[in-house]
């Protein structure tokens, strides 16, 4: 997908908070997962087209934060609406790791590199997981079952 906004193809480029954060789609998928829990009443439900997505700001165990966009567009707008929100310190748009999205908005610090220790384990404290969580994502993969992944927050092709 281009970023020409003169596209019949682009969709229209906002983000939106929502009232809530329990208004996010994937607000239960933190709820089970997440070490400081009392960081998702400081969270930002981002709504980029339909659904609301949650930004979790960082704090207590969580060093860092993305929130996956599939255009610069919707990057950018993702990132102008976390600046000055507590929580989001040094706000970025990058191009992402995942083949799932061309670009991630980034916050706090950054993540480890591959090679330096980059594995299920340390990136999952990284974004503040519970043990448990990283324990129960590390089964699932050894034994191939998928995780609970949580969808694209603004494909511009979903129906």
Known sequence: ????LGSVRHPGVTAT?????????DFE???QRISDT???EKSVAVRTMRMPFLAVPVGGMRRG????VSCLCFGLKVRDLLLGQPGFPDLGVRWSLSPETCFVVE?????PKLGSGRDATTLGRFYGYSEAAIAAFIQRQR???????????????AP
């Open 29 to 31: 998928h933190y709820e």
């Open 107 to 111: 916050w706090g610090e950054r993540p």
């Open 65 to 68: 934060g993305d929130y996956p």
């Open 38 to 40: 009392w960081l998702l």
């Open 143 to 157: 034994h191939g079952t998928p995780s609970s992944a949580v969808p694209e927050p603004c494909s511009p092709t």
């Open 17 to 25: 908070a929502s009232a809530l954060p329990r208004d996010a789609y």
């Open 1 to 4: 997908m281009t970023n020409n």
